[in-house]
């Protein structure tokens, strides 16, 4: 679960706070995620603010950077379910490992 929040003291024009829940508990600050924690968060954002306002192309270079392999396609599976992303990563994934395993 993660919420955004407007800065402490402010309005949503001054500025925006994330707060996210990995494992039960909450966390105030960016510093206190991994690499693989922020980058889920950004792309979740990405994501949504996708839902809201679709496009007919969207290109993600590296965005798996941080993450693990195996957890990339069911992320964006659940919450696209129409999109070819997840045949394409398998695909890509599945030819890695082909190569370099």
Known sequence: MAKLEPLVGGSFLDGL?????FGGVWKHS????????????????????????????????EVDAALDTQNIGRII????PHSQVPKLVKCILSHTRTQFI
Do not use: N, T, W
């Open 17 to 21: 706070e994330a707060r996210v829940v």
């Open 30 to 61: 960016l510093s206190e995620l991994s690499g693989g924690q922020r980058s889920l968060l950004a792309l979740s954002l990405m994501l949504a603010l996708l839902l809201f306002k679709p496009a007919p192309l969207y290109i993600l270079d």
């Open 77 to 80: 599976k659940a919450h696209h």
